[in-house]
């Protein structure tokens, strides 16, 4: 990436998507992920092979990854929690797999019933088995500023995780305010700390938005030095083992915001700003993202249309 570009990983697609309530039909989440890429996202996050008696949001992402044509430059992804999710990843044509781990030992017990050391574990075989096919792992650290079931979470906590999932071989690691609570301040020193033990080049940021901070917080991680960070069109999502938790922050609001920045993203808002009506139309729902709401009303005003 230039030095004022920033990647951004849609997570719309599968993190958004598994904790809205409605289930969709695969062809809508396809629909989905291919306006996203004609709007000029590069990198998205579009399954989980995860058992559907679990996660029946996710179910079929295997005909999802199988449906969508390659394309120069844009990554497919896809959830796995394990070895058995890996090789189904596999065998559907899956380029690039996540992992995810936890900063909380209570998070981790509730939400993949074991201990955060049995998790890590449990992924030593998932990195060999996918460095042996050549797929790129990208890791997922949850409660990075906070839990909902044990409070506050230490730095060092955070950053034991974070460094073991890039020893055993996650190219980035994601850093996960699940409970939405983070400030600014504290984003900086979450940042700040991980650095200290990997290339802050190797660190991504995942805001939710329950207390209205994502953007500030993004911006936060930004000044820090970050420049990847996980969106999700409309704000979708939150986390069913985070209760009270909202949405990932809005694409369109970061896209926004690192716009007026000056920073390139490769991405065009108003096509961003339809595919959000797009998904919440077949969700039932109104958009999370101040920025498609302005921009909604601005087309009213001029009379714009709002493509279905």
């Known amino acids: 990436m230039t030095a004022n570009a920033v990647r951004l990983v849609e997570v719309g697609p599968r993190d958004g998507l598994q904790n809205e309530p409605r289930v969709l ?26 058992s559907p008696r679990w996660v029946p949001q996710m179910a079929g992402s295997d005909e999802v990854m199988r449906c969508l044509a390659p394309l120069p430059g844009v990554t497919y992804s896809a959830l796995v929690p394990n070895e058995r999710g890996l090789d189904a990843a596999l065998a559907n044509g899956c ?30 075989p998932v990195l060999s088995k996918a460095r042996e096919a ?10 990075a500023l906070g839990c909902p079931f044990a409070g506050d979470v230490a730095l060092a906590d955070v950053v034991r995780v974070s460094t073991e999932l890039y020893r055993m071989g996650c190219y980035e690691i ?11 301040g504290k984003t900086k020193a979450l940042i700040e700390a991980c650095a200290s033990e990997m290339p802050v080049t190797a660190l991504a940021g995942h805001f939710h938005d329950t207390y209205g901070m994502a953007i500030a917080n993004l911006y936060a991680a930004l000044e820090a030095g970050v420049r990847v960070f996980d969106s999700s069109v409309s704000g ?64 009213g005003r001029t009379g714009e249309r709002i493509p279905n």
């Open 25 to 50: 039909p695969t062809e809508t989440r396809i629909s989905l992920i291919e306006r996203l890429v004609a709007a000029g996202l590069r990198h998205l996050e579009v399954g989980a092979f995860v």
């Open 95 to 124: 380029r690039e797999v996540a992992v995810f781990a936890a900063a909380s030992d209570a998070f981790s017990q509730r939400n993949i019933n074991c201990s955060i050391a049995e998790s890590l574990e449990r992924f030593e």
């Open 134 to 143: 050549g797929i790129a792992v990208r890791g997922y650290v949850s409660c």
């Open 174 to 184: 994601s850093l996960g305010d699940t409970v939405g609570r983070g400030t600014p």
């Open 236 to 299: 979708l999502g939150g986390c069913p083992y985070s209760p009270g938790a909202t949405g990932n922050v809005a694409t369109e609001d970061v896209v926004y915001l690192l716009g007026e920045q000056g920073l390139q993203t490769g991405i065009k808002l108003e096509a961003l700003v339809d595919t959000g009506h797009f998904i919440d139309q077949k969700l039932g729902r109104v958009t999370a993202s101040r920025t498609a709401r302005a921009v909604i009303a601005r087309r």
